[in-house]
């Protein structure tokens, strides 16, 4: 799937961080859902929601915690996602 490959970057804050691909974007009601799928181990894909107010926020990146480093109970690692990876080839609003 060409979203993969574009956005197979993205990686948590973690040593060794955990890497990721978009594997699905769809707008909903307020925003994106985003699915990621874990590229560097087996993992059940995830659901991110990213609100159309971070997308307007003036930031690169939208930061979201990293649902890997959660379930191991650490919380404070954090996953980049770049805004032109989270709507590329998305119809508009």
Same mark, same amino acid.
């Given at each position: 799937?060409?979203?993969?490959?574009?956005?197979?970057?993205?990686?948590?804050?973690?040593?060794?961080?955990?890497?990721?691909a978009?594997?699905e974007?769809?707008?909903?009601?307020?925003?994106? +859902?985003?699915?990621?799928?874990?590229?560097? $181990?087996?993992?059940? =894909?995830?659901?991110?929601?990213? &609100?159309?107010?971070?997308?307007?926020?003036?930031?690169?990146?939208?930061?979201?915690?990293?649902?890997?480093? +959660?379930?191991?109970?650490?919380?404070?690692? $954090?996953?980049?996602? =770049?805004?032109?990876?989270?709507? &590329?080839?998305?119809?508009?609003?």
């Amino acid at each position: 799937m060409a979203d993969t490959e574009v956005a197979a970057g993205l990686a948590c804050s973690a040593e060794p961080p955990h890497r990721f691909a978009i594997a699905e974007r769809k707008r909903a009601r307020g925003g994106i +859902v985003l699915t990621l799928e874990r590229l560097d $181990a087996p993992y059940p =894909p995830r659901d991110i929601f990213v &609100t159309t107010r971070e997308m307007k926020m003036s930031n690169d990146d939208v930061w979201k915690p990293c649902f890997v480093c +959660v379930d191991r109970g650490v919380k404070e690692k $954090a996953i980049a996602i =770049p805004k032109e990876e989270i709507d &590329t080839g998305l119809p508009p609003e």
